[in-house]
């Protein structure tokens, strides 16, 4: 399973690089907003940092404008992946860049139907929104289950999923156990994933006992 971070601080990804399981990194409108930066130097930046995915949002309403804005945001980087919206112009405009063999993530997905229609038209990654379908009183993990088992169906169907708002460690957990191809993580959450009490208490024991032994080993 592949980890994405989902965020557009620089600092963040550059911290979480050094623990080796940053696979790509996703940005939306939102997240360069609250940036407060260009998108397309922030794009290049985490560009010059990674050579995994990296997914920048198209910000235009039809598919034409949606083409011509992708194409200005692949071309910053080649590892660039044209995040489209779940609409009908997003699917025709990520049919184009399926036949132009630019990647995309078709984001705001939050059904099954939704993900059959952008694993049609071509879409790389689909992004089904854990945590808001949660927030709206559906159990956001169950939409991963009914997706792979669509996809599972066809061997037509490659586009990869893309776990997506996810809120908390037992997501990213769940959604592993359903098969999810990637989880987009928030920088906070991926570091809670190595955090257990008895982790912490039991290394605290193992120094304390080796301190009595009076030993060093280098
Ligand atoms: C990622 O591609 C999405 O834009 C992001 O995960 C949305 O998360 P949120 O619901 O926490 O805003």
Redesign the pocket.
Known sequence: MKF?I?TAEIDEIEDLLKTNMVDGV???P??IAKSGKDIKETISKICQLISGPV?A?VTAITSSEMVEEGKILHAIAPNVVV?IPLTWDGLEACNKFYNLKIPT?V??CFSASQALLAAKAGATYI?P?I??LD?SGIEGVELIGQIRSIYDNYDNLNTQI?A????NTNHIIQVAMLGADVA?I?PKILKDLIKHPLTEIGLENFLKDWETTGQKIR
């Open positions: 994405f989902d996703t940005t939306n939102s997240l997914s949002e995040k993530n984001t705001l992004s929104f945590g808001r927030d893309l997506a708002s996810i809120r987009t928030p």
